[in-house]
Structures are given as C-alpha cells and as structure tokens.
Nanobody, 123 residues
Framework: QVQLVESGGGLVQTGGSLRLSCAAS????????MGWFRQAPGKERELVAA????????YHANSVKGRCTISRDNAKNTVYLQMNTLKPEDTGVYYC????????????????WGQGSQVTVSS
C-alpha cells in the first residue's frame, strides 16, 4: 500500500506562485509514475502534469504549459508541482497520484491517491 501526502496549497492572488509537494511512503516500487490532477468546482478531475520515474519524460496539460513544472526527487520519494503566474481558473483541489509502469492520463489509471490540497487563486 502506498500513502501520499500533499502539502503546499493555499490562497494566492492572480499572478502569484505556489509549490505543491507530495511525499510517498509505504510500499514503494521502482519505475512508478507520479502525477498531479486538478478538480475544479463542478468539473471532472483532470491530469495537470505527470513525470516518469527517471524524469526523462514529463507531461503538462496545455492549460498549465509554460507556467507550471513538475519535478521529482526519488531519494525523498517526493514529487513537486511549481506553479507560477497563477490564474483564477487554476483554482481547485490538487491531488497527487501514483501508478506503476508507463505514464497514463486518466484518473482510472492511477490506483493510489493523496487526500488533496486546495489551491485558490483570487482575482
């Protein structure tokens, strides 16, 4: 079993920055993908960014490309999402998720989830 704990959310003004962190513990396995999903009010949960074990391949949704960067520190079993130039439409609950093997894009592809971290961007 994998436990994921997110931190770093909060309230920020438009144009501000936040860095989300997600620490994994419990049963760990090699070659696992870590991702960040976002669920805005009244909308479905969507993949914002993901990164492979090696970090060689990353995915960023078009809505955040150029403003957000995913990274990971395998020694710490931690993944980060640096979010800059935040917009009100970035508001939502951000979830960290983990899956083994290759990078995937759907919520159903990820068996392990964190509890979520609220990000609110005020206009």
């Amino acid at each position: 079993q994998v436990q994921l704990v997110e931190s770093g959310g909060g309230l920020v003004q438009t144009g501000g920055s936040l860095r989300l962190s997600c620490a994994a513990s419990g049963s760990t396995f090699s070659n696992y993908v870590m991702g960040w999903f976002r669920q805005a009010p009244g909308k479905e949960r969507e993949l914002v960014a993901a990164i492979t074990w090696s970090g060689d391949f990353t995915y960023h949704a078009n809505s955040v490309k150029g403003r957000c960067t995913i990274s990971r520190d395998n020694a710490k079993n931690t993944v980060y999402l640096q979010m800059n130039t935040l917009k009100p439409e970035d508001t939502g609950v951000y979830y960290c998720a983990v899956r083994s093997s290759y990078l995937a894009y759907r919520t159903n592809d990820y068996p392990y989830w964190g509890q979520g971290s609220q990000v609110t961007v005020s206009s």
